[in-house]
């Protein structure tokens, strides 16, 4: 019997703000993304943990298996024991935190959306930048095994030219009519509606499939104009959008559309794209993850259809987490990729990807088509 | 034993003019009519089919089961024997054909697209409601009993409010770039290209499912520019679209999508939408023709889901075909309702739907789309 | 303008017994066979049809379009204006009419199962036989075009050698424990239960796929033991079977399975079934008729998936009924091409499929299953 | 800031016996069980990981994250370190293991199934009740949120009462004829064949639809015969089944039917299962593990159909994963709810399910499953 043999590399301090939804993800993907990915990932140590209030940090930290916890997220972003810091909190703090944390050295994992606005989401960028500190954003869908390889076979030509694309990104968190009105229905706390929730989330995926997009022409509405007050007082204004759709012209001089609604009964990730190639189509659906739809114009017509591929180890890194095909990685597999390739660059002073500059790259599109339906022109991705 | 007694009503004469695709549809529809609706649907005659050359014209009347043949359009929708004259050659000959049909006091059956231009298609409507023949277009995909059902759950309000609509209309008989150019390349001979083709089927079921369109903005785009003369001696320019995708605001203030493509691999006749609402959701895909997808917000959560709703005796007029669920239309019985229904409205003296007035509505839609695309501009259906 | 020159071969005279689901089917099959299937296909006069009483027998030949009506089936038999007689009455009328109707020189289509008993069947089979009369029994689902390209597929080795079969066929028709008890509950009126209206056309499909069966081990069960009487007195026992399954060893060696159910909520026509190769599998279900699974061990395993092989005109005749691939065939259309199937081989002269003897060999199966099912005992077909 | 306040319960010292595809999946349930599944699963320390050779153990101890390593399985089951002994080394060396782990009187938690006889399950099971140790088996389909909410719903009636059941576990990893002879193949190493490797799985789902089995008759087959010898020396015999399939009876006086291949091409994990009632049905495909088809008799026939329920907060613990519906867990999180299970039972000194017992039960149903097919006769249960 002998002690495990430590790597040479440092252990990088972990410091997470937020417990909710995407904080509870970090922790689980910092808890086992080295057991998951082996060699070449950092030894971590879970070292503070910042919530409010501060029972609240402490019970979390407790479960999470932290070794601090603080109400102060000020204190986390300067503790010295912290390398990295998560930001999961709701979308209007990430600016100040990860400016304070980029300031203080650290390397900063947020949450998408990045910021609130463009120009906020551009000075984060800059920041890190200038700092040299490494970024990552929470852009998890495009970390999936299967979202790689239809990319690769998308590079190998296995659907030749790209024709077309299309893209939707739909929820029903918001279809219901008689929700209580939130903070979520503001611009001042929320920004955007459906397109900072989800829409960006199809953007990377649109951008990693098709390229960079060049201009574009949208609409947007707010299909619940009033929501209810809690108290019950009344009705307050919905101030964002509930649904947005776009004619896109990628870089490339393809066309396409992107559209998201987050009232759409029934539709719990619905993540969904397709590539028109002149040989094939690829075609995803995030609600079946671990399944990609491909048809290609080869063998004889009497046997030509769409495949439904199961992910398996044939489509790295799915094999890190099972060796056996169609056994399924599930939502929070993709989030363990995303951190193991975030402490890997770290530790290889690398850039990881996406980072904040692909981030800003892609919340300019959602940006752009907010502002295409409130002006009703065309939208120049160079212009904003 | 007993002589079948006939019914009082007239016996109309049916020619047909074309034998191709639609051609043949036609006559198996008018052959079935009664057989299948049973009551109501008149003794008809297969009187005169009209093709070229000649001898086509006869081995096709042998095997269709018309009493006579002809190559000359001209003389059939001059004929004393027929009552009612089906149209279903190339697009360019719809609008000289109907108007000499009107003329001649036939009740005219014509497939879609009416015409080449929205000009042509407006003269072809005021003349059949000037002349009082009966029309119908064959926009066959609404006489799905399981549309028809789609329909009246949504005015049922088993979706709730609609707040949003998407459609797609695909196919991939023009996705091969090595195909040779065609007549159906050409503005003069084809008019429209996958709108034409395809989309107006689109727009004739959003328009059924939401109402009319008010205007819309659009893009449309042609993937492959040229393509290869039969005869090998180069390419010449494709002159129509291969893709079109338009914004669509509804009278009703509904906002939503349309997005056909003839260049889709693998796509066979993917005519699919969805209807979003504020208590649920309907789905349909073409390619799945006897089921419907319907989510409701109803009942306890852990209980919701997607319904595939499979077509029936419940959904009139399903039950005609056959008395057992699941057992499946197939696309040429859509065209026996048609037939069908036509034949009815003539022995009733009263107006088919979609008729000539109906068809001009929705073709409005696909010029919109066009003339946006190449304005750039919004274009409300009532400019048009 | 010329009089259709008509065929030189002999108009068949079409005599019609029943006009329930399986009457009506036959009828629009022989009204369209030729104009679907074009030469070769003979001419044919809806002489005679028959059913009671006599008003629905004439109001049904008006509607069906046949030139008289009786309601004495003896007469029709009988007729000499008839020379093929359809048989779609109740299972236990199917004996007498077609041994009545051999022994007139008529040829038969009769709907299966063949008989109530194997001892009926097989004398009907050796009645025709001896008369040297043609025979057609309606196993409608071998008759799909898809399903003729799986067998196809599978001569042609495209899974390798067969290791393997599963076959399935459910409907919900008796699902309700609340229906009332009918005829179909009884032995001495509709025989075999489930495996009678459904499980021989699962057989139909196996035998067509792997080859003979050799030797089977069943149970069958009814799991609605009682059902109410319509009058409200009381209950009376179901006498067949709701449920039977079977593990099959076919000739060739290959083991399966086959299962069946009247009483399977939600099924309305699942007709599936797999067939497991050395290099790949095919799968089918009837609920989507027009469309085949197909996986192949072939290429690089990270592109290896399920294809969905939509039906088209690759797969004949379905291009006799449209050019266009993916706009599906329906129910209707598979008896179109049966009864084209037996027209054409009365006017050639030669034997059709399935005719008499393969029905028979069919319906060997399923009772060999009760008969298993019932003595517990390993049935070789040999013994039967 | 606060140093996190400990849990007062003991921390558990695991030990862990392998680290191939369970072995990893073992690991990472501890580390992250109680982060997700929060109070009430106990602390746990990763204490000692045994494989071969030393430096694979060394290397994986490191990467999963064990503080000692050791390649004495012997030294692990008797460390004072180790509270809980996982076993996740090839099925022949369970037995043993277990044994010497029970008598050091540690809890004991093995991968199915539990031994290559039913003797020595049994022995096993003794083992354990005698010395007081709590046990848990890897049989972790059964711990899918849906399948939970599948029993419950029909625990609650929402099918009514069950009158059928079938059921499926095919992969294709010896479905090559070309793969190379292994220790699977054979009787002394590997035991049973597709019946120990996923039959089994399929009868622990079975067994909690539907509850215990009460007889069986079946039948099973070596498809690939020889297969050639890495060596190029020839081929050798296969000794273990492929394919295995029977007709079941459960206590209930329910039949139905089990069938599992190891030989089907295409399928990767599909573990799936449809129960019949009286009032619908359930069905369920592990390959999509985060979905449930009900199909219910209820609300008008024109709106009925089968629903997809996608896995989401209502069906606990999904929530614990992920609060957002249809964003999927994968199948190492149903690694880490049976780990959680296991951990949570041992710190509240009760039994855990499913325990040595419960897989005792289901794995006699494999080995009836082979007896009968070797005797070609009906097996009772409780005969063995």
Redesign the interface.
Known sequence: ???????SSKTLGIGLIGT??MG??H??AY??A???M??GVPDIKLA?LCDTP?DQA?RM??????????D?WQ?LVS?PDVDVVSITTPNKFHFEMALEAIRAGKHVYCEKPLALTLEQALEMKNAAEKAGVRTMVGYNYIKNPIFA?ACQ?IGAG???RI??F?G?VD?D?Q???DLHWTWRSTLADAGLGTLGDLGCHLVSMACGLVGPVESL???M?T??ETRPLPDGSGKAAVENE??A?A?I?FESGV???L?T?R????????LAWEV??????ICFDQ???NE?Q????EG???????????A?P??APYGN?????????????LKVIEAATFLTAIAEDREASPNFADAYAFEKVIHAVAQSART?K?IRLSDL
């Open positions: 019997m002998s002690e495990t043999t430590k790597q909710g939804f509870k993800t922790a689980l808890r086992t080295k057991a998951v082996g060699e503070l501060a402490e930290a407790n479960q999470l298996g932290f070794e601090k916890a603080t102060r204190d503790s390889h076979l296995a659907i030749g024709v077309h299309r939707w929820e968190y279809a219901n009519p022409i949208a609409e509405q299909v619940h509930d649904t759709t004619l012209r066309h396409g559309s559209s609604s009232s759409a009964w029934g539709r719990k990730n619905r028109h190639g002149t040989k094939g189509m609600e079946r993850m990609l491909l048809y290609q114009n004889p017509v009497s046997e030509q259809g769409f495949k439904t591929i199961l398996g044939a489509h987490f099972c060796p056996a095909p169609g056994h399924q990685l599930g939502f929070n597999d009703e065309r």
